[in-house]
């Protein structure tokens, strides 16, 4: 075979591969691309539901923070003490986190005269609610596979369609690095698609790949891999809300001795930690422990506090992590919008505007050269066949995304044993005999 004719049936190839994973995926990541901006915004948002609840006016001094905990514990008869947040201004309602169940509820509460003030279950918070939708599509343990395997296959999506916007025969960097105008819709629409593509392609597979922690058949296999020959030291992630759960579910319903809550509190203004600051009940043993939670994972420290003498037994920070745990986290928060401020949050927006994009063009694309009796997908030649590169390269991408392998073989068993063997499927799908 020729080389001007391998090129041709590569490209036809890849393209046919770009068709069906911007098929695979596309609805979901036009859901993703929806609910990830709005969590990008996270920290303004919550700030904005719960503003009604700082600097509250009166006058007088604020009760004990152990007093506070002890109002929100009043409240919920069976619910146990996990978390409450230190504020910085003794006028803000106390952030109590309580357990009853394998629920975990958020109560606010009067730092005087310690009414209640809001009682929310942490899962309907309304970014727990774009969380879930956007990690697990409101389905559960099935929903993070499914959003795995779309983020899987919009990988292959991203390197497929580099691949066919390489510039071969291109004169000038019009349609290339910009659309062209006056041309015509097709070329307007291709050269929309393609131009966006390659100026979202970049982060936009540094989202996808930094989310892969949390999901479940990677995150998985990854947190086991993790544990191999290293001391145990604690993950900022989980494997989604289903892991949350189940973690929460786990965690028991032990009565917590709130008695030495004020000098723990006093002790971590006097540290000067970044905020947010939690102070979370023991887990085992008597050791309270003491985290600052600012956006960036670098200035993020957790101390394991013993109470009475209010003696700081461990400190772990960024710095103490293991390089794969840095690596990640770092990843995650960038994928959050939360690594470098605001242009973060802006390159995030962007983005995912770019991804929503692709997916509009990629539609109008297919509906303007869509044929009567057929899908539209590039129709396989008699003499294609997958060449070693290519091999290698969907070899790799099935073990390094195993979801991606699976369905690459149920795809492949499917077609081979049963589209293949109807005239009318093999038709419409551009497959040979």
Not at 168 to 183: D, H, S, T
Not at 200 to 212: C, D, M, N, P
């Amino acid at each position: 075979m020729d080389k001007g004719r391998k090129a041709i049936i590569d490209y036809r190839m890849i393209w046919r591969w770009h068709f069906y994973a911007g098929l695979v995926c596309l609805p979901f990541i036009i859901i993703l691309s929806i609910t990830g901006p709005i969590y990008l915004f996270k920290p303004q948002i919550e700030a904005a539901i719960d503003a009604r609840y700082d600097n509250l006016p009166f006058a007088g001094a604020a009760q004990p923070l152990s007093a506070q905990v002890r109002a929100a514990e009043a409240a919920v008869p069976g619910a146990v003490f996990k978390a409450v947040e230190i504020r910085p201004n003794d006028h803000d309602a106390a952030r109590v986190t309580l357990q009853k169940g394998s629920e975990k509820l958020g109560l606010y509460v009067h730092p005087q005269n310690l009414s209640i003030l809001k009682h929310v279950a942490e899962k309907d918070r309304f970014m727990e609610v774009v969380k879930t939708i956007h990690g697990e599509l409101v389905s559960g343990r099935f929903g993070e596979v499914i959003v795995e395997l779309a983020a899987s296959w919009a990988i292959v999506m991203i390197l497929t369609g580099l691949y066919l916007w390489w510039p071969r025969q291109a004169k000038g960097l019009a349609g290339v690095l910009w659309p062209r105008f006056g041309l015509g819709k097709r070329v307007f629409w291709r050269d929309i698609h393609a131009v966006t593509g390659i100026w979202v392609s970049g982060f936009a597979l540094v989202l996808l790949i930094s989310g892969l922690p949390w999901t479940f058949v990677w995150g998985s296999a990854f947190k086991e891999v993790r544990k191999l020959g290293q001391p145990a030291i604690s993950q900022d992630w989980t494997q989604g809300r289903t892991s949350e759960r189940g973690a929460a579910k786990a965690e028991g319903m032990k009565a917590v001795d709130l008695t030495y809550v004020d000098g723990m509190a006093d002790m971590a203004r006097g540290l000067d930690l970044p905020p947010p600051v939690i102070l979370s009940a023991p887990a085992k043993g008597n050791l309270w422990k003491l985290s600052a939670e600012p956006g960036s994972p670098t200035e993020r420290v957790s101390l394991m506090v013993e109470p009475q003498m209010l003696e700081v037994i461990s400190r772990e920070s960024f710095e103490d992590k293991k390089v794969v745990d840095q690596v990640v986290g770092i990843g995650i928060a960038a994928h959050e919008g939360r690594l470098f401020g605001w242009l973060n949050q802006l390159l995030g927006l962007l983005t995912a505007i770019g991804l929503l994009t692709l997916c509009v063009s990629a539609v109008v694309m297919w509906w303007q050269r869509r044929p009567n009796d057929a899908l539209g997908a590039p129709a396989l030649l008699p003499d294609e066949r997958l060449g070693p590169g290519l091999s290698t390269l969907i070899l790799v991408l099935a073990i390094c995304l195993p979801v991606l392998g699976i369905s690459l073989v149920a795809i492949a068993i499917i077609e081979r044993l049963i589209l293949r063997r109807i005239s009318a499927a093999r038709a419409w799908l551009g497959l040979t005999a």
